[in-house]
């Protein structure tokens, strides 16, 4: 699997400097599994770091739990693979053939599939959000195929990773693999494509901003 969308290369600096919120470096580790493009950069990126640091002072307490936090995620990349990781992407049917959710979301949402407990959000759209730690959102999603979400902007950074089914935007034709790392000047509305329906993870970091009066009376109740 060869992905299209990858993420921004200041993503994969935070990354590599351990400043993103544990929800975002879940996401960002989820596409880099899969991604030997993004993980190329993650060790460009730890090179230049590791040239930096070693020319300043010791790191603050927070920076250092950052650190820690990266070190976690890699090793979750660097591990044998256990379960055919990539067949937890696009199976070409609606019954997952891998029971295997991607690793660094197993602190958040466990390792299987078929024990996810959905809620409902909107017809045909149902969601899961992870406990918070950071304060960070992070959520997975399963909306049915050739759904309109609202149109919405962003007020902060989000960060959605394709597992499984597509969609379409302004931005392009997002498919599993893929990452849509989407920073506070974007609007879009993503269509889900035809076929199976679209399971992603999103972490973010704001409140989504919705121009419909409908989607903005029906924010509080959903949390987003």
Not at 2 to 23: C, I, K, M, N, W
Request: hydrophobic fraction near 40%.
């Amino acid at each position: 699997m060869s992905p299209r969308h990858h993420l921004d290369e200041a993503t994969v600096l935070s990354f590599a400097a351990g400043a993103l919120s544990p929800e975002m470096a879940a996401v960002a580790a989820t596409h880099m599994e899969i991604c030997e493009l993004c993980r190329d950069h993650l060790s460009d990126a730890e090179r230049v770091g590791g040239a930096l640091l070693g020319q300043q002072q010791p790191v603050a307490a927070d920076t250092a739990r950052g650190a820690r936090l990266r070190e976690a995620m890699l090793d979750l990349l660097d591990e044998e693979i256990e379960a055919c990781p990539v067949e937890a992407y696009g199976p070409s049917t609606d019954a997952l053939t891998a029971d295997c959710l991607p690793r660094p979301l197993h602190p958040y949402f466990g390792r299987s599939w078929r024990a996810l407990r959905w809620r409902w959000m909107a017809p045909g759209v149902h969601m899961i959000r992870a406990a918070r730690g950071s304060g960070d959102t992070l959520i997975l999603l399963k909306i049915a195929p050739g759904k309109s979400m609202p149109m919405h902007s962003h007020q902060g950074t989000e960060l959605t990773q394709i597992l499984q089914g597509a969609y379409n935007d302004a931005l392009g034709h997002y498919a599993p693999g893929d990452v849509a790392d989407l920073g506070n000047e974007i609007e879009h509305q993503p269509i889900t494509a035809p076929g199976v329906p679209c399971v992603c993870v999103a972490a973010l970091d704001a409140p989504l901003r919705f121009p419909g009066w409908l989607a903005r009376k029906l924010q509080p109740l959903v949390g987003l």
